[in-house]
């Protein structure tokens, strides 16, 4: 433990020091940083990092579950609170701004293991099953709509799914390169609503 470490029932110390990973990933890159470099801006030593986590990769995949969840778990309000899916999917695509840091952050993920999974099988297998569970989250929603017939009945649900991963994809690494900004990203979500209620 580093100087001025507070000491932390074990749930909590993993807790924080995945959410340090996930700002310091974020920041970074999952090839780049390091587990000292976490370690150091959780505020406790590399070997304690490790009796956590066993290695890098297993504390990326925590990282990435946990900002997963908490973006379904913003999402999953959104969608208790609004009756009509539609109107739900306008406001999961805005979010606020608590649901768009984790929007941000899960994309950024994703862009770094997409760079590292063609090396990686263990990474790449983790994130075929990570983006099904997601694409599945949204396929589920777009068939309610369906049900609730405010989306078009023909619209395949499954390759819709895949179109919202594929934007929230594109949004990262558009922003990252200066290729597209906010009114952009809006306008591409908006032309996504018209194509599935036409």
Known sequence: MTAGATRLPAAERRLELIETAVRVFSEGSYRGTTTAEIARAAGV????LYRHFASKRELYFAALDHVWAEARGAWEKVLADEPDVLVALDKVGRGHFAVRDCKHQLSELWVQALSEATEDPVL?????????????FFADLLRRGQDEGVLHPDRDVDAEAWNFLAGSILGMVGRRVGLLDDDEVGRIRSSRLAWLTA
């Open 124 to 136: 790449r297998k983790y994130l075929r099953r990570h983006l099904r569970e997601v694409h599945d």
């Open 45 to 48: 030593s590399e070997p304690t």
